[in-house]
């Protein structure tokens, strides 16, 4: 178990207590400011963690829930230049350089609005961009390009028309720029008759998570719901023993996000919340962290699913808990077919990646049949993946799609290669130096870039022998380890990607370069993500940590690839 607060549910947490105007009685609220105005880079973007690139994402979870706070958010002008630099031209990608989805111009937009208090680039061309993502039957997604192939889903409807709301705000005029009655019809058509809705068509079960979307772009198209008594009798059936919710019939946590969605979804409907008030409060109290921030259940049980696996990953020979491989296993829930993060939230492909490599569904074709078919939905039409569905494509989501069918065996040929082939090419900077790679199309090249399209391509059966050996070289340090940038500053993350690549490669490692490493890293402490920050990164360090250190001992030994960022 992790114990460690998680920005999702902290911004869910926070956002609940809003809406019900109960954040005076949060739990640690000054360590909660600062775990969320730690999140911020010095381009004025907000990450998911300390270390990793600013997204469209992360900066608005940050900022609102510090506002929701009523907490001041510092230099929010260089905020909204950094939301600028997402702005593809006609909408907004997560980063800069990403290929544009609802997602993050939802949140995008949002933050230099509502947020920022500024304007947008080009408020018609975004117009122009949300009415594309209008599909045949009606329904809204992820892009233009998956509207033509008729993926619709009633986050990108919720997500498409809170971009307009926002836009509309900032001056930008015209209505809604899509056949309103068709949208709210196939909005409409997606509860059933236990009253809940349902992502699409496809969707198994109804969800809260689907339920509160299709409410709220409902709502802010002026609509309610065919059956709203329907769906608010079937919202408070879900009220687990202490009175808060769990997410779908049959789930059995009252976790933080079903009671976002419930409250989310009683709002919308103007349903008072006295009813639920003092519940959902006293409940949210019980998944705050002692170091300020949320987890999605009681942090002494709020296992995740990357830590779980490099937990089973990391253990001794034979000492392997099957307990845990079953709780992966148990993170395979309705409506999509991988592994999630945490259980009800929604499945993400590296999470999928790990828990495969820990040997979760080793024995369970169906499973593994359900992974392959949510793997080919997933590919975007660029060829790449995202982290989940919806999600721009980038070369650590690809690579790992890719690893992921080679674990699943060659029964499972799900991955268009051409065009995720075509993707990689995308990724590569000709203007750089040999065998450049950024992590998403214009990105800058680094290591860990370049070695996982190293991996990648070579998974699709090119030649990568030459590229591979030439940025290892490139960025070997001479003191031990490698560094994703130049060749000065080596970290955890690509010394492990590097020996990983060389042995794809059957490119000899330098053991003693790699004992140097580790030994600037480890220590009884755990194992450090760089030798500039000592003490144990986690779980996930410790795990790279330890499987860097068998595959020093042992040369027999198959390092597992587990893509991160």
Request: hydrophobic share 40%.
């Amino acid at each position: 178990m992790s114990g460690e607060p998680d920005l999702w549910c902290t911004y869910a947490a926070v956002r609940t207590l809003a809406w019900l105007g109960r954040t005076d009685e949060m739990t640690g609220p000054r360590e909660t400011a600062a775990y969320l105005a730690g999140h911020r880079n010095a381009d004025g973007g907000y990450a998911w963690s300390r270390g990793m690139l600013s997204d469209a994402w992360a900066t608005f979870y940050c900022t609102q829930g510090l506002r929701d706070m009523g907490r001041q958010v510092s230099h929010l002008d260089v905020t909204a230049q950094w939301v600028e630099r997402t702005w593809s031209g006609a909408a907004y990608a997560m980063l800069p350089g990403q290929g544009p989805d609802v997602w993050a111009t939802h949140f995008s937009t949002r933050t230099a609005v509502e947020l920022c208090g500024g304007s947008l680039p080009d408020g018609g061309r975004l117009l122009d961009w949300l009415a594309e993502l209008q599909c045949a039957d009606g329904g809204l997604s992820w892009t233009p390009e998956d509207a033509r192939r008729g993926n619709a889903d009633v986050r990108a409807c919720y997500y498409g028309v809170m971009a307009w709301r926002a836009a509309v705000r900032a001056g930008v005029a015209g209505g809604p720029p899509w056949d309103v009655e068709a949208l709210v019809l196939w909005l409409s058509d997606r509860q059933d008759d236990q009253g809940g809705f349902r992502f699409s068509p496809q969707a198994e079960v109804p969800c809260l998570w689907a339920t509160y979307r299709a409410v709220g772009a409902l709502d802010a198209l002026g609509q309610a719901p065919r059956d709203p008594q329907g769906c608010r009798d079937w919202v408070m059936r879900l009220r687990g023993p202490s009175g808060a919710f769990v997410r779908w019939a049959g789930y059995d946590v009252e976790d933080v996000w079903a009671s976002f969605c419930a409250v989310g979804t009683l709002k919308a409907l103007n349903v008072p919340l006295d009813a639920v008030s003092d519940a959902v409060v006293a409940r949210i109290a019980q998944l705050s962290c002692p170091q300020g921030g949320y987890t999605y259940r009681e942090p002494r049980a709020a296992a995740d699913a990357l830590s779980t696996s490099a937990a089973v990953l990391s253990a001794d020979p034979g000492q392997v808990d099957p307990g845990a491989v079953r709780w992966l296993e148990g993170c395979q829930l309705p409506n999509e077919g991988g592994v999630m993060y945490m259980p009800g939230r929604g499945s993400e492909i590296r999470c999928t990646l790990w828990a495969l490599a820990a040997g979760a569904f080793a024995d369970d074709p169906s499973a593994r049949t359900r992974i392959a078919d949510w793997l080919a939905f997933l590919q975007n039409p660029d060829g790449g993946f995202g982290y989940w569905e919806g999600r721009g494509s980038d070369m650590v989501s690809t690579t790992a799609a890719l690893e992921t069918t080679a674990l699943l065996g060659t029964g499972h040929a799900v991955v268009d290669t051409a065009a995720a082939t075509a993707f990689l090419d995308s990724c590569r900077r000709l203007d750089a130096e040999p065998h450049a790679y950024g992590n998403v199309p214009g990105a800058a090249p680094t290591l860990r870039a370049g070695l996982q399209a190293g991996r990648a391509l070579g998974l699709l059966g090119h030649e990568v022998t030459e590229a591979i050996d030439a940025l290892l070289t490139r960025h070997r340090v001479r003191s031990g380890g490698f560094a994703n940038e130049g060749n000065r500053v080596p970290d955890l993350l690509s010394t492990y990607e590097a020996v990983l690549a060389a042995d794809r490669a059957s490119l000899p490692v330098d053991i003693p370069h790699l004992r140097a490493f580790l030994g600037r890293v480890r220590s009884a402490a755990g194992t450090a993500w760089s030798p500039l920050a000592p003490g144990s990164g986690g779980p996930l360090a410790d795990c790279l940590g330890t499987l860097l250190a068998r595959r020093a001992d042992d040369p027999g030994v198959t390092l597992p690839a587990l893509a991160l960022s």
